[in-house]
């Protein structure tokens, strides 16, 4: 079993940045892909943006030029980067992780908040 753990999310105003961190409790090697959601009330849960163990990215085009993922392999630990934040990037913002070695499986975090106000 892997733990992954969200923090840095709160309260911003329109136009700023956020920096969200995802602690797994192991190594990130088997993680082939580790990515970030979303999920705003009353909305489903949506990718925001992906990263695998070959270092390609992927970002969903509501965030493709203000948001960066990278993953820290000797903390264990995924980032996302927020800058030039809208109101409509409030939400639980969610990390999740595919590992095919060590513990093989997908596992979810609880979530962290994340609330931009205009």
């Known amino acids: 079993q892997v733990q992954l753990v969200e923090s840095g999310g709160g309260s911003v105003q329109a136009g700023g940045s956020l920096r969200l961190s995802c602690s797994a409790s192991?190594?990130?090697?088997?993680?082939?892909?580790m990515a970030w959601y979303r999920q705003a009330p009353g909305k489903q849960r949506e990718l925001v943006a992906s990263?695998?163990?070959?270092?390609?990215?992927h970002y969903a085009d509501f965030v493709k030029g203000r948001f960066t993922v990278a993953r820290v392999y000797l903390k264990n630990t995924l980032n996302l980067q927020m800058n030039s934040l809208k109101p409509e990037d409030t939400g639980t913002y969610y990390c999740?992780?595919?590992?095919?070695?060590?513990?093989?499986?997908?596992?979810w975090g609880r979530g962290t908040q994340v609330t931009v106000s205009s």
């Open positions: 990263i695998t163990n070959s270092d390609l990215r």
């Open positions: 192991g190594t990130l090697i088997g993680a082939k892909t």
């Open positions: 999740h992780a595919q590992y095919i070695a060590g513990p093989v499986g997908n596992y």
